[in-house]
């Protein structure tokens, strides 16, 4: 039983790498780890150049809405246009 642990860490070193040791690095949890790595700095990189593609010196769209914000008055409708102003 002395030789169990040792057995254990090599077969479990083996499936992790086996892959990559036979040539085959597709397999391989290293060229797994790869690739999520890559996709994910592809996705992060849209994301980028999105965002700055919108901040390139165009103003936002303004929606022309039906309601006030809250910190919008229509002194109109209040008839404090001269106090307000």
């Known amino acids: 039983m002395k030789g169990y642990r040792l057995w254990v860490i090599a ?3 083996l499936m992790t790498n086996g892959a990559s040791l036979l040539g085959f690095g597709q397999g391989s949890v290293g060229g ?3 690739a ?4 994910h700095n592809i996705a992060h990189n849209i994301e980028r150049a999105n965002t700055l593609g919108l901040m390139a010196g165009n103003p936002p769209v303004k929606v ?9 008055v229509d002194c109109m409708a209040l008839g ?6």
């Open 11 to 13: 077969s479990l070193a």
């Open 32 to 34: 797994l780890a790869r």
């Open 36 to 39: 999520i790595e890559a996709n």
């Open 64 to 72: 022309a809405v039906d309601f006030l914000g809250p910190f919008e």
């Open 80 to 85: 404090m246009c001269n106090a307000l102003a």
